[in-house]
Each structure stands twice: as structure tokens, then as C-alpha cells.
């Protein structure tokens, strides 16, 4: 989200004639001839490479509303795959994989319509890869060490906010493109090494009767202490005696509505992330709606 701040910004300026020209005087009015962009490179932005800068507020938020768009959509189209036909550690690639190959297509995008579909394209692939990474690291866990998992992804989150601008200083010289290019690659990166390296969800493969390979996956990231020579042959059993069920994408759905407990858990959760959605707009979202403004 962070990256059209300086990929969408609305670059400085100066004039060229004096005459006609003055640090008051407004851009849409004069003649290209009677002002400059402040910056070295004339494609720094997507305001300067296809001459937004006179564009309706329309115009140049429609980015960040796609990308926006994008992150509603995709919630509700991905957010049951991770614990149906998908799993978490397959929803997690191709979220990462969705978003990886959309930031990396933005840097080819011809025109601004071009441009806010990959943007749209990017935010729905984005949306699932917070929850499913933070569900794979607090199974491999366990229950004690939940709450530092979780913080650590967190913190992570918060290194990735600080990198960025160091990233956008280094290639400050350079096309908005390359920022695209160069933040994709190492995503690229991760998704290859997430696919190879990340454990499937034991849950997941123990809810759909995957129970084998769910107790191959216990024994790699569990200890002898804690996967006894007891449990795994009671799961093994378990299994044979079982019968394959259909997979519906909505069961988990069903089973969040029909338990009171799980309902009320629910809702006592959403309550700090209705905070954190009014927080996210009044600092993020307005500030950034109100320089498109400007």
C-alpha cells in the first residue's frame, strides 16, 4: 500500500519562464514550455511519466482504490480456500505468487487504467498472506509461545514499512518503474523459497483426511516429547476407519455460525479491528486521499 507514496506522487516543480511563471502560479494554467519537473529523471512518478498532473482526483486515486478493491475482493473470495480445497500453505504461495507477478506487470503498465489493474490484481493477492502466515507459525509453535509469534510477525510488518523508504531513497535517481521491479523480485524469492521450505497445516491435512501425510508433518517440526508413540497410531487408525468426505469450501463457514462460542470469540475480535480499520484510514488512507486532493 505504502509504495505509491512514491510511486503516485505528485512531483516538485519549477519554472522556466520567469515571465509568464511564478512559485504561485498554477501548473494547469501554463504552457509545458513555461515550467519543469524538479527531479533528474522525467519518469520518476506516474504523474510525471503520463502527465497527470492537471487529472482530476478521480484520475490519479484510482490506484490506491483498486488496490483497495482488490484486498475486499479477494477476502472474500480467498479467505475460505485456506481451510478447504486450498490449504494455508498452498493459499499462502499463490497469494504471494498473485501479488509478486502483479507488482512486477505494474512496472509495464502503459497507462494509468493498465496501471490500477494490476493494482487491483496486487491487493487481492495481498489480503490472504498475513492471516496464513500467521496461522502455519503459531501450529508450528504451539500454544505457549502464540501471542510472541504473533507480535514477531508484527514486527516484521513494521521492518517491511521501514524498508521500503530506504529502497525508494536508493533508487531516488531512478523510474518508478524500478521500485516495482526491484520490490517484486524479492517477493518472487519468497514464494519460491515458501513453497519448497514452509510445512503444510497439520490441522488442515488432519481435517481433510490427509492424515498421514499430517502425521509426517508432526514428526519434522514436533519433538519426541511432545508426538508420543501413543497418538500416531490412534490417528493412523483413525484414519482407516474413516471415509473420504466431499470438501466444501464453506464448512468452515458453517461451523463458525453454529457454535455460540465461536461466534462470541468472533465478535470479541473484530472489536479491536474495527479499531485498527479507523485507525489504518484516519492516519494512511485520509493523509493520502487528501494529498491526491491537493
Same mark, same amino acid.
Given at each position: 500500500?505504502?509504495?505509491?507514496?512514491?510511486?503516485?506522487?505528485?512531483?516538485?516543480?519549477?519554472?522556466?519562464?520567469?515571465?509568464?511563471?511564478?512559485?504561485?502560479?498554477?501548473?494547469?494554467?501554463?504552457?509545458?514550455?513555461?515550467?519543469?519537473?524538479?527531479?533528474?529523471?522525467?519518469?520518476?512518478?506516474?504523474?510525471?511519466?503520463?502527465?497527470?498532473?492537471?487529472?482530476?482526483?478521480?484520475?490519479?486515486? =484510482?490506484?490506491?482504490?483498486?488496490?483497495? #478493491?482488490?484486498? %475486499? *475482493?479477494?477476502?472474500?473470495?480467498? !479467505?475460505? /480456500?485456506?481451510? @478447504? $480445497?486450498?490449504?494455508?500453505?498452498?493459499?499462502?504461495?499463490?497469494?504471494?505468487?498473485?501479488?509478486?507477478?502483479?507488482?512486477?506487470?505494474?512496472?509495464?503498465?502503459?497507462?494509468?487504467?493498465?496501471?490500477?489493474?494490476?493494482?487491483?490484481?496486487?491487493?487481492?493477492?495481498?489480503?490472504?498472506?498475513?492471516?496464513?502466515?500467521?496461522?502455519?507459525?503459531?501450529?508450528?509453535?504451539?500454544?505457549?509461545?502464540?501471542?510472541?509469534?504473533?507480535?514477531?510477525?508484527?514486527?516484521?510488518?513494521?521492518?517491511?514499512?521501514?524498508?521500503?523508504?530506504?529502497?525508494?531513497?536508493?533508487?531516488?535517481?531512478?523510474?518508478?518503474?524500478?521500485?516495482?521491479?526491484?520490490?517484486?523480485?524479492?517477493?518472487?524469492?519468497?514464494?519460491?523459497?515458501?513453497?519448497?521450505?514452509?510445512?503444510?497445516?497439520?490441522?488442515?491435512?488432519? =481435517?481433510?483426511?490427509?492424515?498421514?501425510? #499430517?502425521?509426517? %508433518? *508432526?514428526?519434522?517440526?514436533?519433538? !519426541?516429547? /511432545?508426538?508420543? @508413540? $501413543?497418538?500416531?497410531?490412534?490417528?493412523?487408525?483413525?484414519?482407516?476407519?474413516?471415509?473420504?468426505?466431499?470438501?466444501?469450501?464453506?464448512?468452515?463457514?458453517?461451523?463458525?455460525?453454529?457454535?455460540?462460542?465461536?461466534?462470541?470469540?468472533?465478535?470479541?475480535?473484530?472489536?479491536?479491528?474495527?479499531?485498527?480499520?479507523?485507525?489504518?484510514?484516519?492516519?494512511?488512507?485520509?493523509?493520502?486521499?487528501?494529498?491526491?486532493?491537493?
Amino acid at each position: 500500500m505504502l509504495i505509491i507514496v512514491f510511486t503516485d506522487a505528485q512531483p516538485s516543480w519549477h519554472c522556466t519562464n520567469a515571465t509568464i511563471c511564478n512559485h504561485n502560479s498554477n501548473i494547469c494554467s501554463l504552457p509545458k514550455s513555461a515550467w519543469a519537473w524538479d527531479d533528474e529523471c522525467p519518469h520518476h512518478t506516474i504523474i510525471s511519466e503520463w502527465g497527470l498532473e492537471c487529472s482530476s482526483a478521480f484520475i490519479t486515486g =484510482l490506484p490506491a482504490t483498486s488496490y483497495s #478493491a482488490g484486498c %475486499v *475482493l479477494g477476502g472474500f473470495a480467498l !479467505a475460505t /480456500l485456506g481451510d @478447504s $480445497s486450498l490449504s494455508r500453505k498452498n493459499l499462502l504461495f499463490l497469494s504471494s505468487l498473485v501479488m509478486c507477478i502483479a507488482a512486477l506487470c505494474s512496472a509495464f503498465s502503459t497507462n494509468v487504467g493498465m496501471y490500477s489493474a494490476f493494482r487491483f490484481l496486487y491487493g487481492a493477492g495481498r489480503v490472504s498472506i498475513t492471516t496464513s502466515t500467521m496461522v502455519l507459525l503459531i501450529e508450528r509453535v504451539g500454544r505457549r509461545r502464540c501471542s510472541q509469534m504473533g507480535q514477531l510477525l508484527f514486527d516484521f510488518f513494521t521492518a517491511r514499512m521501514l524498508f521500503l523508504p530506504a529502497i525508494a531513497y536508493a533508487g531516488r535517481g531512478s523510474s518508478w518503474r524500478m521500485l516495482y521491479i526491484w520490490t517484486s523480485s524479492s517477493g518472487l524469492l519468497y514464494s519460491i523459497i515458501a513453497y519448497f521450505f514452509v510445512c503444510e497445516s497439520p490441522i488442515w491435512l488432519f =481435517l481433510q483426511r490427509h492424515i498421514l501425510d #499430517a502425521m509426517a %508433518v *508432526l514428526k519434522r517440526i514436533g519433538s !519426541a516429547n /511432545l508426538i508420543g @508413540s $501413543s497418538s500416531l497410531p490412534n490417528m493412523q487408525n483413525w484414519h482407516e476407519n474413516q471415509v473420504q468426505s466431499k470438501t466444501n469450501p464453506f464448512s468452515s463457514l458453517k461451523i463458525l455460525f453454529r457454535k455460540r462460542w465461536a461466534v462470541q470469540r468472533l465478535l470479541a475480535v473484530m472489536v479491536p479491528g474495527v479499531k485498527r480499520l479507523a485507525n489504518h484510514t484516519v492516519f494512511v488512507d485520509l493523509p493520502l486521499l487528501g494529498a491526491k486532493m491537493q
